[in-house]
């Protein structure tokens, strides 16, 4: 069995008029990609931050490589780095200085400063731009270097709230690529919380959904997809026997497929296809068109949540706006 990075027990977050996290368990084990999804005021955040030792819970167990995080809450700021959700970077100083106020916080000795520092710029590809002052950067360079500053301390694990909201699609992927390498070349455990159904599925090995504070499910993205009941193959033909076809065939059929228009549905529709066709042809059903509709994360967190959050302009907006708006409002 992998060694457990984080085992979280029975914890509960309580604020005056709201339950922000309520009685949620799970554990990560360690090099694990895990992420925590989930609509907005889910308790992602607040559960990130207990985890971290930066807000006390109200009751439960959190125990970090093995260390009881409420008793030895200095072991585990030792091991790891942090990304909050907003931004954290100082735009009247330079990538440098921002870096170089990091290793400050974290305690990292002053003989060690230049050579961390250079390590993390050169990791998160920012050195050509060390000199320049922060507000010249993009939202892309702003998240990097707040990755940089959060691996001055060499964490073993890390966390990173919300890593790529309001970038654009390469900037994202280019967070994602350093993501991945950073559990690649260190072998660093890395929690992360995301509203983003792609970023979710490209990164995370399991997701936990929460809801309202509470943790609804667990798993790996594409068993959570599993669990839907899977992707629909649907065909069209001008047979109008090929719904009872498929059904003598054995293939489980959906409720609204008609005699010349059947859906089918199956875990893994891409390998299913061509049987399919092979099957009804040789039943003497030719197909006109087959299209194929596979089961997404947002499929996933409707079920579970009731609420659908599609990645879209829109919502990549309202990101923002957030994100700038908490920065006013600090
Ligand atoms: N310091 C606080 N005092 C009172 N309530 C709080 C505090 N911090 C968080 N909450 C509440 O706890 C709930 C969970 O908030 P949290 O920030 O953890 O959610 P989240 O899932 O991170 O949401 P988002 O996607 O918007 O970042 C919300 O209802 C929020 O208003
Ligand atoms: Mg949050």
Known sequence: MANKAVVVQDLIKTYPRVMAVDGISFTIDEGEIFGLLGPNGAGKTTTMRVLLTLIRPTSGKISVFGVDALAYSDKVRQMAGYVPQDVSVDGELTGYENILMSCKLYGVPSKERSQRIKEALGYLELQDRAGSMVNTYSGGMMRRLEIAQALVNRPKILFLDEP??????????????????????????????THDMNEADALCD??????????????????LKASLGGDVVTVTTKNSECSARLKELGYSVTSDSSGEHCGVIVSDGEKLIPHLLENLRKNNVEVETVSLEKSSLDDVFLKYTGARIAEGDSWLEASRVRRTFRRLTK
């Open 164 to 193: 790529s909201i309001g970038l654009d699609p390469i900037a994202k992927r280019n967070i994602w690529e350093h993501v991945e390498n950073l559990r690649s070349d260190f072998g660093t455990t890395i929690i992360l919380t």
């Open 206 to 223: 399991r997701l936990g959904i929460m809801s309202k504070g509470k943790l609804i499910t667990i798993g790996e993205p594409s068993r």
